[in-house]
């Protein structure tokens, strides 16, 4: 039953206070496996754990953002082409020894992607969803041509470039880039706030433009901001973190059948199972076997057999 | 009327096609062929890698080699030999052309291509030494292979000889903690399994990594930092300063004293190529720990 008001029920505030719980426990594990003295949890286990949380949080809250922006089910984080703008552009900065800027340029990329996004998406001076989601899917699969034909190319540098195309958390900080990190992690904090103050005006949308219009909303206006916002996050995610599946496209869904279709709820408790999913994830990634696999194929193995589960459940 | 008429159309056109596929057949008939299996009694080598074009070199018989890849730089008189391609990445139609009668190869990737060179009739020879036994023996392999069997005896006995002072000038001194870091993002070492883990360990060194999946493996940072090394060897491009500055790094002892060492400092060539130029790298290795006073 679709709640408006977008405040939580009992049963919503169990949900939410025992995925805290758990990711309680998961970062507690995160930070401890292994009994790591305590220079390793602060200066290595803590910044990951950090990356890890936002990435989790920011991956599920955009996911939730765009399947309702787009009224698509299938959108996520990375279908408007952003993430391989990003992870081009970190993949050249890589190439060219700049490791340390690797993550100034993945944002470059992005911002460059969502130009070029943005100025195809225009009809007549108007912006268009239907035109976003095509020009951001041929922008993506331009930019992913050409990661391949450089991996092609670079065959020495395969491993950097798949630590991009499959997710990589296990970044590793110089104290300037650390710092720099969490002026990134503050600026995608705010994003994610502005985003969940938008959380009623998609609600809105969601019951078609002309009555967004009767209320006094100007839908493509809307669109716009939450389009320029989701690839501002999504630039900063994939510039460090590379691109990670599965997490923006499933962890809405799930709760969408598990909590609410309020898209206040949606986004809140997507923000919490974002973070507690993929810390679990790379978690598992980081212990699983002596050698570290890439956390993109973890959240896919737990993800899918899970969703799977759910919609069986709820049939 | 028409019908006729339509009918002769499409006789002139299949006619037309018969000419054309005719003449197709008679030109490609008239390229000249290329039979690998015929080629060559005389010896013409295409060797893919540098390792391999290294040992072939030592043992005099660049002369015949006729194909290189990219990689093969070492020594110079290499650098006037057709390129074939890239070490993971082989021009099969180039390979061919040259007609070799042996074409030299080493593992992984490789061995794919000379697989399928090898249904063409070209042969193959595939050599990947894991260790120094392996090398010395890829030495006598190699000088059966290209008659050059009495050389390669000599320098193989000369090589293990010096490969045996080497380790005697280390016994009984203290073995300095290395960590080598052959790939930054992510972060990657070597196991003592592999060829460069036992060099560190015969220079009297004693690698941080001794055991790993792997013989090149990924790695946690975290590792590194627990593992404490006297001294890093960083062939990923980060500078020492770089290195330093990595977050929980700046404690261990190699970073305190100075004591990383980039690509200007020691040739990785020496150390990443299974081949006769490791003794470089092997006095270079105790060059750096007597310079620290080990």
Known sequence: MQQMDGKLNFRQWLYLAGMLVAGLLVGYLYLTAGQPDMGIILDVRLPRLLLTVFTGMSLAAIGSVYQMMLANPLAEPYILGISSGAAL??????LTGLFILMPLFGFMGAMLTMILVW??????????????????????????????????????????????????????????????????????????????????????????????????????????????????????VVSYAGIIGFVGLIIPHMVRLRVSNNQRLVYLHSLVWGAVFLLLCDFLAMHLTALELPVGVITSFIGCPFFVWLLLKKR | MPEMKRKNIWLIIILLCCCLLGLGYLLIRSLPRQ?????????????????????????????????????????????????????GNVNREAILRLRPSLLFCSSLEQQAVAAELAKLG??????????????????????????????????????????EAVKAKRLGKFRPKVYLEIYRNPLMSVSDSSFVGQLIELSGGDNVFDHLDRDYCRIKAEDVIRKEPDIIICYSQDSPDIISHRMGWKHLPAVVNHRIYVEKDINPDWLLRAGPRCVSGLKRLQGLYAANGW
């Open chain 2, 122 to 163: 070209v042969r193959t020879m595939v050599i990947y030494p894991h260790s120094l036994g392996e090398m010395l023996q890829a030495i006598t392999t190699i000088g059966n292979a290209i008659g050059q069997a009495q050389r390669a005896k000599s320098v193989r006995d000369s090589l293990a000889e010096e490969l």
């Open chain 1, 89 to 94: 552009g970190s993949v050249l900065a890589g």
């Open chain 2, 35 to 87: 039979d690998a299996k015929k080629v060559s009694a005389e010896k013409r080598y295409v060797v893919l890698s540098p390792e391999i074009a290294e040992i072939i070199a030592l043992l005099e018989g660049t002369g015949n080699i006729v194909g290189i890849t990219q990689e093969c730089n070492f020594p110079s008189e290499y650098a006037a030999k057709t390129v074939v391609g890239q070490f």
């Open chain 1, 119 to 236: 100025t195809l998406a225009q009809k007549k001076g108007q912006f268009d969803r239907t035109r976003l989601l095509l020009s951001g899917i041929i922008a993506g699969m331009f930019l992913a041509a050409i990661i391949s034909l450089i991996m092609y190319i670079y065959q020495k540098d395969t491993l950097l470039i798949l630590g991009i195309l499959m997710g990589n958390l296990g970044h590793i900080f110089s104290v300037g880039e650390f710092r720099f990190f969490l002026g990134c992690l503050l600026v995608g904090m705010g994003i994610l706030v502005m985003l969940h103050r938008d959380s009623l005006k998609l609600d809105i949308l969601s019951s078609g433009d002309l009555y967004a219009a009767s209320v006094g909303l100007q839908a493509h206006k809307i669109r716009q901001r939450l389009f320029v916002l989701g690839s501002l996050l999504t630039g900063i």
